[in-house]
């Protein structure tokens, strides 16, 4: 069975209705994203980085898995599929996909802000201050920020590099390190890349770009692959 491995980022899931950070225009509330996403934001006002993730999860919680997520799913009744995303929603694994590494962490989990490997599921939207690990320490938000390490990147860079062919869908591929992934893959791997813009001249060798957005570019890949 082939293995179709995707790299996704956040222009799946603005289809279903979130926004992204560019489409806040890197603010919220008039507080611009680091102030918000960072490890020194977290010790400086915990208050506000609460309520940040706590509004993405009011929003996440609301919005349903597009065709572009569903389209992804179905593949595995002929494919081998593994999906490593940057996204820190659940709309693959609500459509149906059954192997998705997150990157850059799970809204829907916190954690503890001592042990990073101490891990829970958010039960509705709301963490709070007083909410604590088994350790008694504040739980945070399953996220990696601005400014930490992605501690998935090498299995990431394993998935990709058995790929028989690999779906870049949803991300320009301007955002390192996960952008290096498509440099992963072995020698004459098919990279096919969904994006409605223009595509970086950088990463054209040997790739099939399909200019559309998610969705529709989905079902133009799915054509091509047969």
Not at 55 to 65: A, G, S
Not at 94 to 100: H, I, N, P
Not at 114 to 129: A, F, K
Request: net charge negative; aromatic share 6%.
């Amino acid at each position: 069975m082939e293995k179709i491995v995707v790299l996704s980022g956040s222009g799946i899931s603005q289809e279903s209705g979130l926004k992204t950070f560019r489409e806040m225009g890197g603010l919220w509330e008039e507080h611009d994203i680091t102030e918000v996403a960072t490890p020194e934001a977290w010790e400086r006002n915990r208050k506000l980085v609460l309520d940040f993730y706590n509004e993405r999860r009011k929003q996440l919680i609301v919005v349903k898995p597009n065709n572009a997520h569903k389209l992804l799913a179905s593949l595995e009744k002929k494919y081998d599929v593994e999906i490593v995303t940057q996204n820190v929603d659940d709309l693959h694994e609500r459509a149906g996909s059954t192997k998705v590494l997150h990157l850059h962490g799970e809204l829907r989990k916190v954690r503890s802000s001592v042990n990073p490997n101490e891990i829970y599921t958010l039960e509705g939207w709301e963490l709070r201050e007083e909410d604590i690990c088994k350790g008694g320490f504040p739980l945070r938000p399953h996220i990696v920020w601005f400014g930490e390490a992605v501690p998935a990147m090498d299995k990431a860079a394993d998935i990709v590099m058995k790929a028989d062919i690999l779906l870049v869908v949803g991300t320009s591929l301007a955002v390192y390190p996960a952008a290096g992934l498509i440099n992963c893959t072995r020698r004459n791997t098919p990279i096919y890349l969904i994006d409605p813009n223009e595509p970086d001249i950088s990463i054209s060798q040997g790739v099939t770009f399909i200019k559309e957005k998610a969705t529709t570019g989905m079902e133009a890949f799915i054509r091509m692959i047969g």
